[in-house]
């Protein structure tokens, strides 16, 4: 079994937080940015994360993904959520172009496998680019800005369920929270609730998925 992903993609954070959380036998395969050849010779389409199968079947829907490993082996699975429900409004969502003006910067910068090449680089700068509608320059320049923002919003968010609270499982909401809050931690300077910064933690260390703490610009 393959993984094809992108190291920052939140949605190949998903599949690939229960592929560790349940210990379940891949291969990671981590695709350069501008490789649309590999993504349409699985799928027809330029899109990760993509599972592969033994026998060559290809699944590429990154919550299909997901519930297709919850069903592998019968330990571990992935518990309903409650208190971290993103089906309710979320202050996060509200200042999602804020976040994206701190972190699509940012992403080229860390030396992550998807962006080894130049290329690979000015593929994802260029439609990131069209996407804030601004430069990446422009963007870092009003980063005071957009911080304020993201921690406002992270002060407004309802408490967290830790998995520490549920005998060390994780949730679906955590599934989808936690890609979101670890993307921000390679934004230096901001500053995270002790809450949600125990939160990334313990979701971090249980589903062996490095935060950017290390790395942040």
């Not at 949605?11 to 695709?31: G, Q, S, T, W």
């Amino acid at each position: 079994m393959k993984l094809y992903q992108y190291h920052h993609c939140p949605f190949c954070v998903r599949v690939d937080m229960i592929a560790n959380y349940k210990e379940i036998p891949h291969e990671k395969v981590y695709l350069l940015n501008d490789d649309e050849e590999t993504c349409l010779t699985l799928t027809n389409a330029k899109k990760a994360p993509i599972l592969e199968h033994s026998d060559g079947t290809t699944l590429s829907d990154n919550l299909l993904i997901a519930k297709h490993l919850d069903t592998i082996g019968d330990t571990k699975k992935i518990i309903r959520g409650e208190a971290n429900s993103i089906n309710q409004p979320s202050p996060l969502k509200e200042v999602e172009q804020a976040i994206r003006c701190l972190v699509f910067p940012r992403i080229i910068l860390l030396g992550l496998p998807e962006f080894a090449t130049q290329s690979a680089r000015d593929h994802f700068q260029s439609k990131k680019e069209k996407d804030l509608q601004q430069s990446f320059e422009n963007a870092l320049l009003d980063s005071s800005k957009y911080k304020k923002q993201v921690e406002q919003a992270l002060n407004a968010l309802s408490p967290l369920s830790l998995p520490s609270d549920h005998n060390n499982t994780i949730s679906w909401d955590d599934i989808l929270l936690f890609p979101i809050l670890r993307s921000l931690t390679m934004v230096s300077g901001l500053l995270f609730p002790e809450p949600i910064q125990r939160y990334l933690e313990e979701v971090s260390r249980i589903t062996s998925i490095h935060t950017y703490t290390d790395f942040e610009i």
